[in-house]
């Protein structure tokens, strides 16, 4: 089925930031940071490695699972569902909204990622004004929200994330979208690669690994960040830690920032591609 020009727009700009990720050049500074984390893990024996890594992807796994069959991502689920309908009274489950246009769709989803930037953006904030307990649930409640918002913009765009392809690919997308910029055109490309050009596949056939040192850099810049925040949480200003906040919220929010684009680009890539070869 030939796009239309409206398709044809989007798909240029997926093109276009494709093309920026790949000439994204990271500082001096970014790059040393990087070698130095990658030559820190490859200190430890190899054997020792894999276990560590292995270890983190079934945990990565199951809190995947397990937010993907809450409560509260089910009435989610039902809200995109509701706001689809608002379009077209035909949609009664998640492969119905492929139905919709890009645009309609487009805004589902800019709706779902609004929301929890913001969330993003008020954890953070919490976490640089709270105690010890606050900043030490800071990083899981990342992943979490990270985590949600790449099932959210995957089920908008009309994928269910209950088979072992979805999920496997929406953590693989939630792993590129918290990899440092310079390594994520690369990463996507080979993403692509293990994308199928139609819709169906049941299992994935792709590397199953999510970690490794690259990877590694989210929770050492989480560290980084918990140590400001500590240094900087008895400046107060009108008995507000302003400062401290400020390092949460941002961070945070730019993380999700990250995240929501780079999910959301996939699953426009992959709804346009799934009408091109219709």
């Known amino acids: 089925m030939p796009l239309t020009n409206r398709e044809i727009e989007i798909w240029n700009e997926i093109s276009e930031w494709e093309e920026k990720l790949n000439l994204y050049e990271s500082t001096d500074f970014s790059?040393?940071?990087?070698?130095?984390?990658?030559?820190?893990?490859?200190?430890?024996?190899?054997?020792?490695?894999?276990?560590?890594f292995?270890?983190?992807?079934?945990?990565?796994?199951?809190?995947?699972?397990?937010?993907?069959?809450s409560q509260i991502q089910m009435d989610a689920r039902d809200r995109i569902l509701g706001s689809a309908r608002v379009f077209s009274e035909d949609i009664s489950s998640i492969p119905d909204l492929q139905k919709l246009t890009i645009?309609?769709?487009?805004?589902?989803?800019?709706?779902?990622?609004?929301?929890?930037?913001?969330?993003?953006?008020?954890?953070?904030?919490?976490?640089?004004?709270?105690?010890?307990?606050?900043?030490?649930?800071?990083?899981?409640?990342?992943?979490?929200?990270?985590?949600?918002i790449v099932q959210l913009i995957a089920m908008t765009y009309g994928y269910e994330v209950?088979?072992?392809?979805?999920?496997?690919?929406?953590?693989?997308?939630?792993?590129?979208?918290?990899?440092?910029?310079?390594l994520q055109g690369a990463a996507w490309a080979e993403l692509l690669q293990e994308t199928p050009e139609e819709d169906g596949e049941y299992f994935y056939q792709g590397s199953e690994d999510l970690t490794d040192p690259a990877w590694m850099k989210l929770p050492l810049n989480q560290l980084l960040k918990g140590a400001a925040i500590t240094l900087?949480?008895?400046?107060?200003?009108?008995?507000?830690?302003?400062?401290?906040?400020?390092?949460?919220?941002?961070s945070n929010y730019q993380l999700t920032r990250?995240?929501?684009?780079?999910?959301?680009?996939?699953?426009?890539?992959?709804?346009?591609?799934?009408?091109?070869?219709?």
């Open 31 to 52: 790059s040393l940071y990087d070698k130095w984390v990658e030559q820190g893990f490859s200190l430890l024996p190899q054997d020792k490695q894999t276990q560590f």
């Open 54 to 69: 292995a270890k983190l992807d079934t945990w990565l796994f199951h809190l995947h699972a397990m937010i993907q069959s």
């Open 103 to 148: 645009d309609q769709l487009n805004y589902i989803a800019d709706q779902q990622i609004a929301k929890y930037r913001l969330f993003s953006f008020a954890q953070g904030g919490a976490s640089g004004s709270g105690g010890i307990l606050m900043l030490g649930g800071d990083f899981p409640a990342m992943l979490a929200i990270n985590l949600r």
């Open 162 to 182: 209950n088979t072992p392809f979805e999920m496997m690919t929406a953590l693989k997308v939630f792993r590129i979208g918290t990899l440092p910029k310079r």
């Open 232 to 250: 900087f949480r008895k400046k107060l200003f009108q008995g507000i830690p302003l400062i401290s906040m400020s390092i949460g919220a941002g």
């Open 258 to 278: 990250r995240v929501s684009e780079f999910a959301q680009k996939y699953y426009q890539y992959r709804y346009l591609q799934r009408k091109r070869v219709e």
